[in-house]
Nanobody
C-alpha cells in the first residue's frame, strides 16, 4: 500500500521559511518521480513542482520559482520542499504525490499558513 506522510507545515509570517518533508513507503521510491502540489481554500489544486527519480530534472511553477526548492533523499525515501520568502498567497494545504505531475496518489497534506 502506498503511503505518503507530509510534515513540517505551520503558521509563519511573510518572508519566513519552512521545510516540508514527505516520507514515502509501499512503492519503489528510488525509481519514482515525485510532485509537490497545494490547494488553497476554495480553489483547485496547483502543481508546485516535480522531481524525477534521480534529481536530474526538477521543475517549478512560475508562482514559486526562485523561492521554493525540491530535493529528495532516496536512502531515506523522503522528498523535501524548501520554501523561502513565503507570501500570504502561499497559504494552502501542501501535498506530495507520486509522479512528476502527480495528484491522484497523494498524502493527507500539511497546512501552511502565511500571515502577519
Amino acid at each position: 500500500e502506498v503511503q505518503l506522510v507530509e510534515s513540517g507545515g505551520g503558521l509563519v509570517q511573510p518572508g519566513d521559511s519552512l521545510v516540508l518533508s514527505c516520507a514515502a513507503s509501499g512503492f519503489t521510491f528510488s525509481i519514482s518521480a515525485m510532485t509537490w502540489a497545494r490547494q488553497a481554500p476554495g480553489k483547485g489544486h496547483e502543481w508546485v513542482g516535480g522531481i524525477n527519480h534521480d534529481s536530474s530534472r526538477i521543475n517549478y511553477a512560475d508562482s514559486v520559482k526562485g523561492r521554493f526548492t525540491i530535493s529528495r533523499d532516496n536512502a531515506k525515501n523522503t522528498v523535501y520542499l524548501q520554501m523561502n520568502n513565503l507570501k500570504p498567497e502561499d497559504t494552502a494545504v501542501y501535498y506530495c504525490a507520486v509522479g512528476y505531475y502527480g495528484w491522484d496518489t497523494r498524502g493527507q497534506g500539511t497546512q501552511v499558513t502565511v500571515s502577519s
